[in-house]
C-alpha cells in the first residue's frame, strides 16, 4: 500500500479485539518508531510496551479510556526534557516535538501491520507515573492501545470532519 493510501486509511479505532498480535509485529511498530528522526538527534525519548496481562491491567486502571481493553499491547511514549534540543532564539524545547514524531511513525506502522488504534493523550500522566515509577520524569505525549479492529469498529463522527483547506494551507 502507498503511503498516501495508509494515512488516508488510518482511523482512531475505539474497539479492539483481544486477538494477540506477533512479537514481529511489535517489533516492527517499535522500529518505526525508533527510525523517527530527532532533533539533533539527541533521541530524547522512552517508550513503554505493556504485553503482560497485570501491566495492561494497570494501564486501565490509571486510564479512563474504557476502549483500551481487550486489547492485547498498550505502548506510552514519553519526552525526555532533559536530553532534548533547546532552541537559543527562544528556549522551545523540542522533547514532546520529538515524541511526538516517535508516535506518528509508530500509529503509522501499527496501521500497515494491519493493526488498529488510537492515539490517546486523555489520561492522567501523574496516575500513570505512580502506577509506573520509571515513567515519573518524562512528559507523556501517547498511548497507544493497539490490536486487531473489532469487525463493527467504524470511525467516529470526527473522522470526517475537516476543516476548509483555505484555513488549513497557505500558499505564497
Ligand atoms: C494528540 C492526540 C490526542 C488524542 N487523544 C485522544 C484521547 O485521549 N481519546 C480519544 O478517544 N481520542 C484521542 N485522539 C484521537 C482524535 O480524537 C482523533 O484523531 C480525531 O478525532 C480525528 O479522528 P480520526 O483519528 O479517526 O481521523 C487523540 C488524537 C491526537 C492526535
Known sequence: MDFLTLAK???SCRKLTDRPVSEEQIRAILEAGLAAPTACNYQPFKIWVMTSDEALAKVKA??????????PVVFVIGGDTSRAWVRDYDGKNFADVDASIIAAHMMLEIQDQGLATTWIGHFDPKKL???FPDMQGYSLIAMFAAGYAADDAVPAEPHTKCRPEEELIQRY
Open 129 to 131: 507515573g505512580d502506577t
Open 62 to 71: 490509571s486510564c479512563r479510556q474504557q476502549f483500551i481493553q481487550p486489547c
Open 9 to 11: 486509511e488510518r482511523y
